[in-house]
């Protein structure tokens, strides 16, 4: 699951720095972020966008609850003047939970799906959540608060996303294309059913998509969720969750010592078996992720697997949900609300232990009067759920897809 998603990375890396294993030394010798630009003091477009010949814009958004976002925006593929007249259609890219844009960027430029579409005509937005490394900061609070950390993935429904679409959509003047991967799957369509954003977005591809969680069918993630909630309180309190640091590391390792979890390849357990990640991908990923989220947005990920519905945070506490929901269970995001005329994309994978196949048949079911020709729905066999941003062959198998759900939209 998302969670996962998150985890997995965060599980794999602490995993790979405790046990030292042999890494593959030719990491440092691709591409961008190897080489001597370092991305926490430069930033993405600098570390993984321009040293491939391409233009990039940092551009800075303000929730309406004091958040300030960091979005890349590529206007243009490489080598091409912007002189055709046309204006090109925006797309905006959200990461999953745990990671940030840059995982988009970690790949050979032309099997990166950002630089994929800028050089097919698109003018490029990539999405950063709260809490990431270059989205830290607040209007008036410190990320060493927990006042700063008080939010799950509710809020980025109710805040991040809305900005980000505000920004955009008036930048650029036109409807928005977008598309989402694990938790960015999940947050869009959750904004979808309550009608959010639909006035701005002119179609979405969900990559991996999570919204139901009950099948997970990993181990370790199934431990880790049921944990999460009775543990939550105890060992983080209401703070971050920060995948590098100690006390989820004990967390973590706590997990590993239950019987039946296999933690010798936490990658494979956590997100399924992925076909297609060249292990030079995966050292620049262990050099730039995983990335803090919140802990309550990580036991709102959990609620989502124990319960099997999707629902707002759950305050356990009755009294609680009165005072924050006016009832005492949690509103439901209800998905068959989302408009049935809204072009819908949606790619999942055979081997993906996160976003698992009778997961995702759930969530097509909730889609099943969605009009038809405004519904496409591939199946990859061999696909787990870091392949969809990582894998080496998703340019032929997915993101061409993409482009020509996005091209066939009037
Ligand atoms: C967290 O936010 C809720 C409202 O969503 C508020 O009731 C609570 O006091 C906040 N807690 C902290 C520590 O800021
Ligand atoms: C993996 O990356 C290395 C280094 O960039 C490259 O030489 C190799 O061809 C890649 N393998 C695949 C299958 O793309
Ligand atoms: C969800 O919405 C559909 C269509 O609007 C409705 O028929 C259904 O009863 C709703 N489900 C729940 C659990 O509220």
């Known amino acids: 699951m998302a969670l996962l998603g998150l985890m997995s990375f965060a599980a794999l890396t602490l995993f790979l720095v405790l046990t030292t294993v042999p890494r593959q030394a030719h990491a440092s010798s691709r591409g961008n972020l190897g080489r001597n630009i370092n991305p926490s003091v ?5 570390s993984s966008v321009i040293v491939h010949g391409y233009k990039c814009q940092e551009h800075e958004v303000t929730t309406d609850d004091g958040y300030i976002l960091s979005l890349q925006r590529i206007p243009e593929g490489r080598g091409k003047s912007s002189g055709s007249g046309t204006r090109k259609q925006p797309v905006v890219i959200q990461h999953g939970v745990l990671v940030d844009g840059m995982t988009w960027l970690l790949n050979p430029p032309e099997q990166d799906l950002p630089l994929i579409l800028a050089d097919n005509g698109f003018d490029v937005w990539i999405a950063n959540t709260r809490g990431t490394r270059y989205s830290r900061r607040h209007i008036s609070l410190d990320p060493s608060s927990q006042a700063y950390w008080n939010w799950s993935w509710d809020e980025l429904v109710s805040y991040d ?6 920004y955009v959509f008036s930048q650029t003047g036109q409807k928005i294309n977008y598309v989402g991967h694990s938790l960015g799957t999940l947050v869009a369509l959750a904004s979808f059913s309550e009608g959010k954003l639909v006035n701005q977005l002119k179609s979405a591809a969900l990559l991996s998509p999570i919204a139901y969680l009950s099948h997970m069918n990993t181990a370790l993630g199934v431990v880790a969720a049921k944990s999460f909630v009775g543990e939550i309180t105890t060992l983080f309190g209401l703070a971050e969750f920060n995948p590098k640091g100690l006390a989820v590391d004990a ?5 590993c010592a239950h019987p039946g979890i296999d933690c010798y390849d936490l990658l494979t357990a956590l997100t399924g078996k992925n076909c297609c990640l060249n292990s030079s991908t995966v050292d620049l990923f262990l050099m730039n992720e995983p990335q803090s989220t919140s802990t309550k947005n990580m036991v709102h990920l959990a609620q989502t697997v124990r319960l099997g519905a999707l629902t707002k945070f759950n305050y356990v506490r009755p009294d609680y ?5 006016g009832e005492i269970f949690p509103p439901i995001y209800n ?14 994978g055979g081997r993906d232990a996160l976003s698992d196949v009778r997961d995702v048949e759930n969530l097509l079911d909730k889609l099943k009067f969605h009009d038809e020709n405004k519904r496409s729905v591939q199946f990859i066999q061999e696909y787990a759920h ?3 941003i990582m894998g080496f062959n998703a340019k032929d198998l997915v993101y ?5 759900f996005f091209n066939h939209q009037v």
């Open 400 to 404: 061409n897809a993409v482009l020509s």
């Open 42 to 46: 430069y930033g993405i477009c600098a």
């Open 335 to 348: 998905l068959s609300n989302i408009p049935h005329d809204l072009p819908l994309f949606i790619s999942y």
């Open 386 to 388: 870091a392949d969809y």
């Open 321 to 325: 949900n009165i005072m924050h929901y």
């Open 161 to 166: 996303f809305p900005a980000v679409f505000n």
């Open 251 to 255: 967390f973590l390792k706590s997990l």
